[in-house]
């Protein structure tokens, strides 16, 4: 765990750099955010981030400090999508689709304002590239690509024994696609997130509903497509399977991976307060009919460990 | 100027007039995670039950403007697993400690009450009367009078050297009623209000955001219902029997908290606050200082119930 604040450990104050639609016209947004410590992450890593207009808290009226509640009150949780840590500081970003009053806020924020934000929370992450892994799934719906795109890094910077890693992304349009139209023109801190792009194993699959980019149907179909094809070279021992996403399509991938006895790791979401299993809010019902947290038995679970019927 | 920020609690001592509020602790030493405790005067564990609860289905949460619904559904691991692992680490943290409980019935409300007296670092223990959000018990006990006279007596008769505290919902028609009932019976501090009754509905789903359909709101948008009730149970109730009231219900700032100490409260419940702001105790306790010296109190204490008899 990270010392951040003497004694507290979760808090950080950072500025964003930038903050801005991923592609002309999307809903969903990058956000890098600079803080001047550093801080050790993992995929599956998440922050909580306030909406709250933190330039506001040190006005005064007639000599008197004015302090009130934040407009919205919780943070938002955000898995990490990638960090660079460059000259003592630290570039963490984001991808968010804006889906109500919180999210509507923080795609507000201008690079320099300042931003409150608590983690990395989360305690169990993907596992770091293992040297008998040889073929990597990743399936990605939509905003869910994030931690997985921080996965696809890992693997392709130190998945030794890696020969091939698949990247199933799906979305509702070509507009919402979390990959910039022109990777190149992007800052280091942004670029850097999508490096695994130019790793010659990688494998890239895009399906949208509505078929204005790739493969129109669901990304599901794309992938059991492919990993059917994957099964009849050889056995599927040095399989991993990796996603986010929407529930549904997460059930999809998990039932396909069980049917082919393969091991698949999810990341998952859920309604949040604390972030670090104190007010039990983000329960999700096992497949043994009980409860886990999504923050502190999570986010990543076991396809197996979840209850994908309720 | 040094600032006293000590309060008495039916005798205890607090450092800090600042309380973090059941469920809003965990079990307490989870708190330590993103709160410097040592802000706190106390600490209110999580509501302990007779077995262990798994709590309510998903979604249990929804954000609302100014405030929170939760139906969590008091999951927890029971108290005697609480006892056996929570407890030695409760121990360390060196800060009070209250433990809150519920029972379906008030022979589990004693027998509860009975396991917590060896548990010497434990200061208090709190009745809850008021959770919206059980089928069973919980906010049922506290909305009738007469139960709530004859669970606080059991209990009381059982308790040995600990204070007792009854939790008190704001979802019923005269809360002095409930007040008075429970002080009758020997409650030695009150703690209000719970969360009220509410409901968020999702329009393109239609239906419900939170499963069980509605649950607790808290937060910002009830701290004027919880002052104003705090006041009404201070003026008709404590003052004059010098019973102390833990003031709780959307105390995110420091002026939050003066107000509640200004209608009455001897001490102040932080928790949504502490989900929103984990430097929350810091913050409202350099608030605080500033604003007793500039108001020239030395004694934090000083300021309950100042505003209660204003005409």
């Known amino acids: 765990m990270v010392e951040t604040k003497e004694g507290y450990k979760k808090t950080l104050f950072g500025k964003i750099v930038e903050n801005k639609p991923i592609r002309t016209g999307s809903k969903n947004y990058i956000i890098t955010i600079k803080i001047t410590s550093q801080i050790f992450t993992q995929p599956g890593h998440f922050f909580l981030l306030y909406p709250e207009n933190l330039s506001m808290t040190k006005k005064e009226a007639e000599g008197r400090l004015i302090s009130y509640p934040p407009s919205t009150l919780l943070g938002r949780p955000l898995s990490l999508a990638g960090i660079l840590q460059k000259d003592k500081k630290t570039y963490l970003t984001f991808i968010y689709?804006?889906?109500?009053?919180?999210?509507?806020?923080?795609?507000?924020?201008?690079p320099e304002d300042p931003i409150r934000l608590a983690g990395p929370l989360g305690k169990i992450c993907f596992s770091p590239p293992n040297d008998n892994l040889k073929r990597l799934f990743i399936v990605a719906g939509g905003v869910g690509a994030p931690p997985l795109f921080y996965l696809a890094n890992e693997y392709a910077k130190k998945g030794r024994s890696l020969e091939k890693l698949y990247i199933f992304l799906g979305a509702s349009t070509a507009n919402e696609i979390p990959i910039p139209q022109e990777i190149k023109a992007e800052q280091e801190y942004i670029r850097s997130l999508y490096?695994?792009?130019e790793d010659s194993r990688t494998r890239l699959l895009i399906s949208t509903d509505d078929g204005t980019y790739g493969v129109k149907g669901l990304i599901t179909d794309l992938f059991e497509e492919h990993l059917k094809k994957e099964l009849s070279l050889s056995s599927g021992e040095d399989?991993?399977?990796?996603s986010c996403g929407p529930k549904a399509m997460l059930a999809k991938v998990v039932k396909a991976s069980e049917r082919f006895n393969l091991p698949v790791k999810v990341s998952m979401e859920e309604r949040m307060a604390c972030g670090v299993g104190i007010c039990q809010g983000c329960a999700i019902q096992t497949s043994e009919g009980r409860f886990k947290l999504c923050c502190n038995d999570g986010p990543v679970f076991s396809g197996d460990e979840i209850d994908w019927e309720c | 100027m040094q600032i006293d920020l000590t309060v008495n609690l039916s005798g205890q001592i607090l450092k800090s007039p600042l309380i973090a509020v059941s469920g809003t602790a965990g079990y307490g030493p989870e708190l330590t995670q993103i709160l410097d405790i040592k802000k706190l005067g106390a600490i209110t564990t999580k509501t302990i039950t007779e077995r262990p609860r798994g709590g309510n289905k998903p979604p249990r949460i929804a954000e609302v403007a100014g405030g929170l619904i939760n139906s969590i559904g008091l999951a927890n691991i029971g108290i005697d697993q609480f006892i056996e692992k929570k407890y030695p680490l409760i121990c360390k943290l060196g800060v009070p400690v209250i433990v809150n409980i519920a029972g379906e019935s008030i022979e589990e409300y004693c027998r509860i009450a009975e396991k917590l007296n060896s548990l010497d670092k434990i200061f208090a223990v709190e009745l809850n009367i008021s959770c919206p959000n059980i089928s069973s018990g919980g906010i049922e006990f506290g909305k009738d009078p007469k139960i709530v006279e004859d669970l606080t007596a059991s209990v009381k008769k059982i308790t040995v050297g600990k204070k007792l505290i009854v939790k008190l919902t704001p979802n019923v028609t005269d809360i002095t009623e409930i007040a008075a009932a429970a002080?009758?019976?020997?409650a030695d501090i009150l703690s209000l209000i719970n969360t009220l009754y509410g409901m968020a509905i999702d329009i393109w789903k239609q239906r419900p955001i939170i499963s069980r359909g509605f649950g607790g709101v808290s937060g910002p948008a009830i701290k004027p219902i919880a002052i104003y009730n705090v006041w009404r149970v201070y003026t008709s109730i404590c003052r004059d029997r010098?019973?102390?009231?833990?003031?709780i219900g959307g105390i995110f700032t420091w002026q939050d908290a003066i107000e509640m100490m200004l209608a009455g409260a001897t001490a102040v419940g932080?928790?949504?606050g502490i989900f929103s702001n984990h430097l929350i105790a810091e913050q409202i306790t350099e608030g605080i200082r500033s604003y007793c010296k500039s108001c020239r109190i030395d004694r934090i204490s000083s300021l309950t119930g100042i505003a209660s008899s204003f005409q």
């Open chain 2, 183 to 186: 002080v009758q019976a020997g």
């Open chain 1, 195 to 197: 490096s695994f792009l």
């Open chain 1, 97 to 110: 689709k804006i889906t109500g009053v919180g999210t509507a806020l923080i795609s507000e924020k201008k």
């Open chain 1, 239 to 242: 399989i991993l399977i990796c």
């Open chain 2, 270 to 272: 932080i928790g949504t």
């Open chain 2, 242 to 247: 010098r019973i102390p009231i833990i003031g």
